[in-house]
């Protein structure tokens, strides 16, 4: 047998691994037989172009058999230092000598930290940018919040670099804004109190407590008053009123605007400060001063991000123009659906449609931020070989999606649970395009977006960044890698204290310190690791970051097709596409509308694995923009239009306690705490249920829930809530007594 020196083996490691600045490097080396001596490495330290060489003796430290094992100090490096060496060894008359490694000095793994930004669209599209109202008023709470607080919590802590994907959809509509459009929730604001109408009211005290109880209203004195005398049944007087158009809008606005004054791009400030001190006795003076102080933050969203991106503290990315499923418009029929008894729709093909939401994308990417995206988050982490030309055609040279995917890509499925399989960065091609793809790490995804808001806010990231370095320390010793994770950047910080300030400024400011993580932008990475050199993920899955509520295990498209009445739905949109061919109408806002139409967020609550209470909603504003599409095309929309898919809805809630609902309805009782329901109807057996989290994906208030009905026969429903929310004040009561629900 030929002489042999090994290295990099389970019995011959490198210690640590991937070191970083100032940390000693040892390294332990293998060698057969046992008169194999004088092991010697030779080192090459680059730094730029500077290059110095150095040799170092090995030491034998044990033997076992004709094995000996040598130990050699590499020494201490300094940052960005490139170390290459190699092994040499005699025996007998013979030399021997091992190929050469190589690491890097500096952090052991990249952190890639993707926040997405997403609306659907609201807006009537036939209507002009001004004209058309938004039906619902997320857009401009999320900007209050959300758009302008996260890029804030960025700007406040240099050294950290993360990625800001913007959907056009959101973007068109911070435009509208811009313009002079208006929402339904900002139209109740601006009536003055003594002016509303009965129902305009009823509307404001049912919705302008859309928002977490714990976090952005009961922090407040007055906002909490109001909550108060809402519970009791009290008929609001008009100040009071009035005191509550205000509060809801201040309590969707983020820390910063709350208590200071905000910089905002090109010498602006803006400032809510003085409404919160004065806290209650609001004029319409006041309200109108505060909606002022809103339009100047959404006119300063872009520039913002544009700003940070120009300073390279952030990447922005884009995806498909309305946030369609791109894998169900090019290959509907091969969408991934595993639930019993789901079909995916034959003969259906959108495909042009595809083209047509990548290419406005890009376009209006471009416009608004002065240079095309790098790359494209895919709506809910949608993918499929298929849909990779048509990126590539377009300049997107990144991807990212869920762990879940990779687990169900290729012939067998890759270990996803394993650290140096989901954190290797690929390339995904079909055919002649190529393009990387970054796989989101779940359970630390997950974490900031459902449970992390329970903790104190420097433990929870202490706790996170931790976990990270665990997972950077569990990497082989060569090799590129990065940790993503990527969740919605809006919803979750509801949850968190002061709008998630404390936990994000922590987290930025820990990672930026942590000898052992780098934050990277994906485009970043990939300036240094060419798409051509990074290992190729085979047979990538058509799936998405959900797994169906219902469906056999693994990621799949079955939340957006495969059910009867999401079929039913792209059969609708199909038959529009085929009647606005027919009439030369595959353009212009007719078009358009019928874009919009294939957003993933209207087939999301159709069905019934997932519910938000308000499906119904949803289901008009998927059916408005179809209509919309037929009329602006000179065509007569079908009748069937105006029908709601699925039976009726009745949601009771702690603001509206219903007396009657029809036992055709579906019953809905929704809390904004955690708990369960013991529920009846008339004197049978009670039932237990637990409430299901839900209704955060647009709203970003934390709801719980449990559907009830249709009742073939009954007269009452009988309930009793039980709380179990931890942060509640009112833990074991909420609602104290059984409460009697009609059914008519």
Request: aromatic content about 8%; glycine content about 8%; some cysteine.
């Amino acid at each position: 047998m030929t002489p042999t020196l090994w290295h990099l083996t389970d019995d011959a490691a490198r210690t640590p691994a991937r070191p970083v600045p100032g940390e000693l490097v040892t390294i332990r080396i293998g060698s057969w037989p046992a008169s194999v001596d004088d092991v010697r490495v030779d080192v090459i330290i680059e730094r730029g172009h500077a290059i110095r060489r150095e040799a170092r003796a090995a030491r034998v430290v044990a033997g076992a058999g004709q094995n000996r094992y040598w130990e050699v100090e590499l020494g201490r490096f300094a940052a960005g230092e490139r170390v290459t060496y190699s092994i040499t060894g005699d025996h007998e008359d013979h030399a021997l000598r091992s190929r050469a490694w190589s690491f890097r000095v500096g952090a052991r793994a990249d952190v890639a930290l993707i926040w997405h930004h997403h609306q659907p669209c609201y807006q009537d599209l036939g209507a002009g940018a001004v004209a058309g109202a938004l039906r619902m008023p997320w857009v401009r709470l999320h900007a209050l919040r959300d758009y302008l607080g996260m890029a804030l919590r960025v700007r406040a802590v240099p050294g950290v670099e993360v990625v800001f994907n913007l959907t056009p959809s959101l973007l068109a509509q911070l435009g509208a804004y811009e313009a002079g459009a208006t929402d339904r929730a900002l139209d109740l604001t601006l009536t003055p109190a003594e002016r509303l109408g009965d129902g305009e009211r009823d509307e404001l005290v049912r919705t302008f407590f859309d928002a977490d109880w714990h976090r952005q209203i009961f922090v407040h004195s007055r906002y909490r008053e109001l909550f108060d005398a809402r519970e009791t049944g009290r008929v609001l007087h008009v100040q009071e009123l009035r005191d509550l158009q205000m509060w809801f809008n201040l309590a969707w606005c983020c820390h910063e605007l709350r208590t200071g004054e905000v910089a905002l791009p090109g010498g602006d400030t803006a400032s809510v400060a003085r409404f919160v001190a004065k806290g209650r006795d609001f004029t319409v003076d006041d309200i109108a001063a505060m909606v002022a102080e809103q339009r100047k933050v959404l006119r300063a969203i872009v520039p913002l991000y544009r700003e940070l991106a120009e300073a390279g503290r952030v990447e922005l990315t884009t995806t498909p123009y309305y946030h369609p499923i791109l894998p169900i418009l090019v290959e509907p029929e091969r969408a991934t659906v595993d639930r019993d008894g789901a079909v995916t729709p034959m003969g259906l093909s959108f495909g042009d449609d595809a083209e047509a939401h990548v290419a406005r994308a890009v376009r209006a990417h471009a416009a608004w931020f002065g240079r095309p995206p790098v790359g494209l988050w895919p709506a809910e982490g949608a993918v499929s070989d298929a849909m990779l030309p048509l990126l590539a055609r377009h300049g997107v040279r990144w991807i990212a999606t869920d762990q879940g995917v990779l687990a169900r890509s290729g012939r067998w499925g890759y270990e996803a649970a394993r650290p140096p399989v989901r954190h290797a960065v690929y390339r995904a091609e079909h055919g002649d395009a190529r393009v990387a793809i970054f796989f989101r790490d779940t359970q630390l995804s997950d974490a900031i977006g459902f449970w992390l808001h329970r903790r104190d806010p420097e433990m929870a990231a202490a706790d996170l960044v931790d976990a990270m370095v665990d997972r950077a320390r569990s990497l082989p010793a060569e090799g590129d890698y990065v940790l993503t994770i990527a969740l919605d950047g809006e919803n979750a910080w509801g949850g968190y204290v002061d709008d998630g300030r404390p936990f994000l400024e922590a987290l930025y400011r820990r990672l930026a310190a942590s000898p052992e993580l780098e934050t990277t932008t994906c485009a970043r990475f990939l300036a240094e690791h060419p798409v051509d050199e990074l290992p190729r993920v085979h047979a990538l899955a058509t799936a998405s970051w959900i797994d169906e509520a219902g469906s056999r295990p693994g990621a799949d498209l079955g939340t957006w097709i495969g059910e009867h009445d999401e079929n039913a739905a792209w059969s609708t949109v199909a038959e529009a596409r085929a009647a606005l061919a027919a009439a030369g109408g595959l353009r212009g806002v007719a078009y358009e509308s019928l874009l919009a139409a294939e957003g993933s967020d209207w087939f999301w609550w159709l069905g019934a694995d997932q519910d938000s209470g308000r499906d119904h909603e949803f289901d008009q504003l998927f059916r408005q923009h179809v209509a919309r599409a037929y009329q602006l095309a000179g065509l007569r929309a079908p009748p069937e239009l105006a029908l709601a898919a699925g039976p009726p809805i009745a949601v009771w809630t702690f603001t509206r306690k219903l007396a009657r609902v029809g036992r055709d309805h579906v019953f809905i009782v929704r809390t904004n705490c955690s708990g369960s329901l013991v529920w009846r109807v008339d004197d049978a057996e009670p039932v237990r249920a637990i409430l299901a989290p839900t209704g955060g994906v647009l709203a970003g208030a934390r709801r719980f829930q449990v559907a009830l009905g249709p009742f073939s026969t009954g007269k009452r429903v009988r309930f009793r809530f039980r709380c179990n929310d931890e942060e509640c004040r009112c833990v074991g009561g909420c609602i104290p007594d059984e409460q009697s629900v009609e059914l008519a």
